[in-house]
């Protein structure tokens, strides 16, 4: 089975930063898309960004020039760097992995992390 450990939240006043990191471990065959997702109290959750399998990146149009998605590909390590922060950024921060497995159908299935609470002040 795959897990995905997420760490990197804390608390921060507007304007710092914070870098998110998830590691995916397990009978990995592939990675077909890596991600992070937030979720705000009495909000839905949102992508905030992300790779798409051919490697090209999505951003939320909110975090666009703010915060920077990036991967080392041998750890099966996604990382989220999150510059500028504002207090509409506190949320829990999910990562997310789309992931075939070793015997597993080859489409894959959803992984999620275990959530980290990013916090900023004002």
């Known amino acids: 089975q795959v897990q995905l450990v997420e760490s ?9 930063s914070l870098r998110l990191s998830c590691a995916a ?5 592939s990675i077909n898309g ?8 009495g909000k839905q959750r949102e992508l905030v960004a992300g790779f798409t399998s051919g490697g090209s990146t999505v951003y939320a149009d909110s975090v666009k020039g703010r915060f920077t998605i990036s991967r080392d590909n041998a750890k099966n390590t996604v990382y989220l760097q999150m510059s500028s922060l504002k207090p509409e950024d506190t949320a829990v ?7 075939a497995t070793m015997g597993g159908r ?5 992984y999620w992390g275990q959530g980290t609470q ?4 004002s």
Do not use: K
Not at 93 to 99: E, F, K, L, M, S
């Open 8 to 16: 990197g939240g804390g608390l921060v006043q507007a304007g710092g």
């Open 25 to 29: 471990s397990g009978s990995i065959f």
């Open 34 to 41: 890596m991600g992070w997702y937030r979720q705000a109290p």
């Open 93 to 99: 921060y999910y990562c997310h992995a789309r992931i």
């Open 106 to 110: 080859e489409s894959g299935y959803d």
């Open 118 to 121: 990013v916090t900023v002040s």
